[in-house]
C-alpha cells in the first residue's frame, strides 16, 4: 500500500493527521500480568462496585427499575440457541429465534394497543429518536415538539440526532406536572410540528393527558409520538387506545437487571399506515414451499440501504437476546400477571410516598399532580444530592436527583421487590438524612 501511494514508512501516510491529535506511540501502560494475577486485579476492581440487593436497597428510577427477574425466565433465556443467536440472515437455519422475535413483536404490539412491533431497537432514547424521523418523513415538517415531561436524557439524545438530521426540536414546558401545550393562535418554533413526543406516565410520574396530546396532534396535522412506561400497561389503557401513530419505550423492567446501565431494550411500535418506514428490523410469518408455518425477515435495513434517498433510518441490528428475554417474562406474567406486577408497583409506591410525605419538610414536588404508577416526585429541606450521598452510606439508592430543570427534587420510584419493612427503614432513614 505504501508503494502504491509512494510512500516510505507508516508515519508517512498519517502525515495528514494533525500531529496533536496522533496517538503517541509510547503508551503509559504497565507491564503484563499472567492470567491469575488479572483475573484478581479485576475481581478487586469489581469489589468496589456495589451492586442493588441486600447491601443497598433501590428507590430510584428515571427510566431503569429494580424489577424481578423469574428463574423459569432465566433458564429459559440463557439456553445456548438464544444466547448465542445474531443476525438471522439464513431464515432455514434460524427458525427458532425468528420465532421468539416474531412472538415478542406480537407481545409488543398488545401492550402498545397499535398493529405493529419491530424486532426492537438499542434502548427507550433511541427508539425516541427514530420515532421522530419517522415521523418528519411521514410529514414532511422538520420540526419537533418535545414536552419536558419526557426522560431528560432521551430529550438529549434527540438533540443530539438532530443536529445531524436537521430537525428543529421544541420544548413543551409543564404545568402543574402535565404538558402545557399552546394554544392554537400562538405559533411555536417555525411552523406546525411533524411529531409531538410525549411521556405517559412522565419523567415526574404524572399521568398525561393523551385525549388532549392526539386533539393537539389533529390540529396541527403532526404524528402523535408516545413514551409509555410498559409496566403501567397493566392497570392504564395502551396508547394506541388514545390514537397514538407511534409509541416507543423502554423494555429493561421485564427481564434484564439494571446492569450499571445498560445494555437495554428500545420497544417501537407503530400503526400499519408507518410500516414501509419502520426501523430496524421485522420478523413476518409465512409458509414454506410445503406449506409450512415459517419466519422471515420481512422488512429490515437492507431493504431500506437499497432505497437510501427515501429511508428514515439507518440502524441496523435489534438486541435479540434481551428482546428474547422481555417477551420469556412477558409470556410468563400474562395478562393477569402483569397487571398483578403493576397492582403491586402503585401499592408500593403509594405506601413510599404517604412515607415520605410525612415527614417534616419533604413535600410533593408538583402539587395536585394526580396519581403515580410507581415514581413520584419530591421536594427536600436538603439538596437531593445530598439526601442521596448521606441514604447511601447506610444502605439505600434514594432516588434520582432531578437537577435545576425541576426544581432540584428527588424522583423515587418502588417497584414490586420493596416490602413495607424495606419502605419503613428508607422513610425512617430519610428523616435522618433531612434534619
Request: net charge positive; glycine share 14%.
Given at each position: 500500500m505504501l508503494g502504491l501511494l509512494g510512500l516510505s514508512t507508516l508515519d508517512d501516510l498519517f502525515e495528514v493527521v494533525p500531529e496533536a491529535l496522533r496517538l503517541s506511540r509510547t503508551l503509559a501502560l504497565p507491564g503484563g500480568m499472567s492470567e491469575p494475577d488479572v483475573a484478581a486485579e479485576m475481581g478487586r476492581l469489581a469489589g468496589a462496585n456495589t451492586a442493588c440487593g441486600p447491601d443497598l436497597v433501590c428507590f430510584a428510577g428515571g427510566g431503569a427499575y429494580d424489577h424481578e427477574m423469574p428463574a423459569a425466565v432465566q433458564a429459559v433465556a440463557f439456553r445456548s440457541e438464544f444466547v448465542t443467536a445474531y443476525t438471522p440472515y439464513q431464515a432455514e437455519v434460524a427458525q427458532g429465534i425468528l420465532q421468539v422475535l416474531f412472538e415478542y413483536q406480537t407481545l409488543v404490539a398488545r401492550i402498545t394497543g397499535v398493529a405493529v412491533a419491530n424486532a426492537s431497537l438499542y434502548d427507550g432514547a433511541t427508539a425516541c429518536v427514530e420515532a421522530a424521523n419517522l415521523a418528519v418523513a411521514a410529514t414532511g415538517r422538520p420540526t419537533v415538539w418535545v414536552s419536558r415531561g419526557v426522560n431528560p436524557r432521551w430529550r438529549a439524545t434527540m438533540c443530539t440526532f438532530a443536529e445531524g438530521t436537521g430537525h428543529a426540536t421544541v420544548e413543551l414546558d409543564l404545568d402543574r406536572g402535565h404538558t402545557a401545550y399552546p394554544p392554537p393562535e400562538e405559533e411555536v418554533g417555525e411552523g406546525d410540528p411533524g411529531a409531538i413526543v410525549v411521556q405517559h406516565p412522565n419523567y415526574l410520574g404524572c399521568l398525561e393527558d393523551l385525549d388532549r396530546a392526539r386533539a393537539v396532534?389533529?390540529?396541527?396535522?403532526?404524528?402523535?409520538?408516545?413514551?409509555?412506561?410498559?409496566?403501567?400497561?397493566?392497570?392504564?389503557?395502551?396508547?394506541?387506545?388514545?390514537?397514538?401513530?407511534?409509541?416507543?419505550?423502554?423494555?429493561?423492567?421485564?427481564?434484564?437487571?439494571?446492569?450499571?446501565?445498560?445494555?437495554?431494550?428500545?420497544?417501537?411500535?407503530?400503526?400499519?399506515?408507518?410500516?414501509?418506514?419502520?426501523?430496524?428490523?421485522?420478523?413476518?410469518?409465512?409458509?414454506?414451499?410445503?406449506?409450512?408455518?415459517?419466519?422471515?425477515?420481512?422488512?429490515?435495513?437492507?431493504?431500506?440501504?437499497?432505497?437510501?434517498?427515501?429511508a428514515s433510518s439507518n440502524v441496523c441490528t435489534n438486541q435479540t437476546l434481551i428482546a428474547v428475554v422481555c417477551a420469556l417474562q412477558l409470556a410468563w406474567l400474562g395478562t393477569a400477571g402483569l397487571r398483578e406486577l403493576a397492582l403491586r408497583c402503585a401499592r408500593a409506591t403509594r405506601y413510599t410516598r404517604e412515607a415520605l410525605l410525612a415527614i417534616d419538610g419533604v413535600e410533593a414536588l408538583v402539587d395536585g399532580a394526580g396519581p403515580t404508577l410507581r415514581e413520584f416526585a419530591v421536594s427536600l429541606p436538603v439538596s437531593a444530592d445530598t439526601a442521596i450521598e448521606r441514604l447511601a452510606e447506610v444502605g439505600f439508592l434514594a432516588g434520582v436527583a432531578l437537577g435545576e430543570e425541576y426544581g432540584d427534587g428527588l424522583l423515587v420510584a418502588a417497584t414490586e421487590r420493596r416490602t413495607r419493612a424495606e419502605i419503613d427503614a428508607y422513610a425512617g432513614a430519610m428523616a435522618k438524612a433531612v434534619r
Open positions: 396532534a389533529d390540529r396541527t396535522g403532526a404524528l402523535l409520538v408516545v413514551a409509555f412506561d410498559p409496566v403501567a400497561a397493566g392497570l392504564l389503557r395502551p396508547p394506541g387506545s388514545y390514537g397514538a401513530d407511534v409509541v416507543v419505550g423502554e423494555g429493561q423492567p421485564f427481564g434484564t437487571p439494571l446492569s450499571f446501565g445498560g445494555p437495554y431494550l428500545g420497544l417501537f411500535a407503530c400503526t400499519q399506515d408507518h410500516v414501509r418506514r419502520l426501523p430496524g428490523r421485522l420478523v413476518g410469518e409465512t409458509v414454506d414451499v410445503e406449506g409450512r408455518r415459517a419466519y422471515v425477515t420481512t422488512l429490515r435495513t437492507r431493504e431500506q440501504d437499497i432505497r437510501r434517498e427515501r
